[in-house]
């Protein structure tokens, strides 16, 4: 069985796409003697399709890859990201609404450690923005991007410090890849070996983090088994469940991918461990509720030695499509797509002629289901799509013609992008625990005459307690590296409020007029999303 972490790439590079059919099939393979992976997958806007994830060279480099396709999987072009002395990865790309792409993954240098990638191209492909977020981790990447209303977006950034309770990350980025804000989740030391996967924008202005951990069951006395974790959280980072799939159910349970209903229920594929003959690991479908606690467990194959769910998609009548490996005790490693209905009860199901492994999806304009993975045959890996009917037949070739590419005003030429020309974002973490005085409130003169000047933090650290599920608080730190505004409120000894003023974004210092104030204490304070931020005590003469 083929699996994403573990693949060993041998070969040399050059750029050949080879768009072959089994038969009738549709069945794309990508590379031919060059070794290719594909982790994402979209439909574009012209109903072409995008490809990205890496390709390499002969000295083991690595170069992070885009190709783009028509509606039958037949190349158009294709970009190659980094140069012969780095490693460049893509995990997830995401489609931007003036025909753009934004890719995240990882930049790995010579030195061996990795540091998460974010770039954005235009609709001709061409880089617009590429920023690197130098970790203070030697092994950081970004898995997935969600974008937001505002044009920004949030980022999952895993193990972007080393150690217990540092692993997963949260970046809210504005619409340049700017840090907003950063914040850590699955802290508590109940959790261990936290790792994320997936993110997810839900219907009601939060994203969803799908990842795993060991949590203590009481199932077994003095042991952690691994659980998939669930983090839903605001767009303004407070979380409102950081729960394992069942704290007392003795599931061994591993996430992938998840998605929502029109209620915000999730379901989540991944992988059951079988703690009972047949023992073995199946793929599964969990559902859980909109407030995290676990509602059923289905496995799709419940005698397979090994399997894992690695994709999960809406067919239009509501269906899933989860896209599956297995092996059992007998017989060929097997990949397939099997389709339940939303209580997780078998349609029906469909396997691949060969050994597949598929780590992106996504459902075309037409109630179509197009896969993304990787191959190995001949001593190469190989990129490989599959599309599929909701039926679970491969989908007819079309012979109609599309307009492609018609937001790009010249022809799109494949080529080699440098990423030598990368801004390398320092994201001080640590700045605000080990330089305080950055987080503070500063007036001076004081005691003061007739005017104060009030100096900003550089820093804004918001401390909260959420309620959390099932009663138990999440308490967390937010900081803030910009923001729209804050408000300066200025009292007298007796609450009394002097002065309130909204102080915009990147304001050093304000002055304040003060002459008419009579002698005595003052309290300055900064409020941001209804917390005090910052204050300080002032004299008046």
Not at 127 to 138: D, G, T
Not at 392 to 419: F, G, M, N, Q, R
């Amino acid at each position: 069985m083929i699996m994403k972490n573990g693949i060993s790439y041998t070969g040399i590079l050059i750029f050949i796409i080879i768009n072959q059919a089994a038969g009738q099939n549709w069945i794309r393979i990508y590379g031919d003697s060059i070794n290719t992976v594909i982790n994402s997958v979209i439909e574009h806007y012209d109903n072409g399709y995008v490809f990205s994830g890496e390709r390499y060279n002969p000295g083991y480099t690595v170069y992070g890859w885009i190709l783009k396709t028509d509606i039958n999987g037949n190349e158009r072009w294709s970009k190659m990201f980094g140069n012969n002395s780095t490693i460049v990865r893509f995990f997830s790309s995401k489609p931007i609404s003036n025909g753009g792409i934004i890719e995240v993954g990882l930049h790995n240098v010579s030195t061996g450690c990795s540091d998460p990638l974010i770039i954005k191209t235009n609709a001709c492909g061409d880089k617009e923005w590429c920023k690197i977020y130098k970790a203070p981790y030697c092994y950081s990447t970004c898995y997935d991007i969600s974008l937001l209303d505002d044009g920004g977006y949030m980022t999952l950034m895993d193990h972007w410090k080393s150690g217990e309770e540092e692993t997963i990350w949260l970046f809210r980025l504005d619409s340049a890849g700017e840090v907003v804000w950063a914040q850590a989740y699955a802290t508590d030391p109940d959790f261990s070996s936290e790792w994320s996967h997936s993110l997810l924008k839900t219907n009601d202005n939060c994203v969803l983090i799908t990842g795993e951990a060991y949590y203590s069951d009481p199932t077994y006395p003095g042991k952690s088994i691994l659980k998939i974790v669930l983090i839903k959280v605001t767009l303004d980072g407070e979380a409102v469940f950081e729960v394992p799939w069942g704290t007392d159910n003795g599931v061994y349970s591993d996430g992938r991918l998840s998605v929502i209903d029109t209620r915000n229920n999730i379901y989540t594929a991944g992988r059951r461990a079988r703690t009972n003959a047949p023992y073995g690991d199946s793929p599964c479908l969990f559902t859980t509720s909109k407030t995290g606690n676990p509602v059923f467990y289905t496995d799709l194959k419940s005698t397979s030695t090994l399997g894992i769910a690695t994709t999960i998609d809406w067919f239009q009548d509501s269906t899933f499509a989860l896209c599956s490996q297995w092996k059992c005790s007998t017989g060929i490693d097997s990949t397939g797509v099997i389709k339940t209905d939303s209580l997780g009860n078998y349609i029906n199901q469909i396997i691949f002629p060969d050994n597949y492994c598929f780590y992106g999806s996504d459902i075309t304009f037409n109630n179509k289901l197009l896969l993304g993975g990787v191959s190995y045959d001949s001593g190469y890996f190989h990129g490989c799509a599959i599309k599929l009917t909701s039926d679970l037949e491969y989908d007819s070739v079309y012979t109609t013609p599309y307009t492609y590419d018609s937001l790009c005003p010249h022809p799109i030429a494949s080529d080699t992008v440098s990423l030598d020309d990368c801004e390398v974002v320092i994201v001080g973490i640590d700045d605000p625990v080990q330089n305080p005085e950055k987080t503070m409130l500063h007036v001076y003169p004081n005691p003061a005459g007739s005017s104060l000047t009030v100096e900003m933090p550089e820093y804004l650290v918001r401390k909260w307690t959420s309620q959390g599920t099932g009663g138990v608080g999440i308490t967390a730190t937010t900081y803030y590296y910009q923001w729209q505004s804050v408000r300066l409120d200025v009292f007298d000894l007796f609450g009394k409020l002097m002065y309130s003023q909204e102080i915009p974004a990147k304001t050093d210092k304000t002055n304040l007029d003060i002459s008419s104030w009579p002698g005595g204490m003052y309290l300055a304070r900064l409020v941001f999303m209804n917390d005090v931020v910052a204050s300080v005590k002032f004299v008046k003469q």
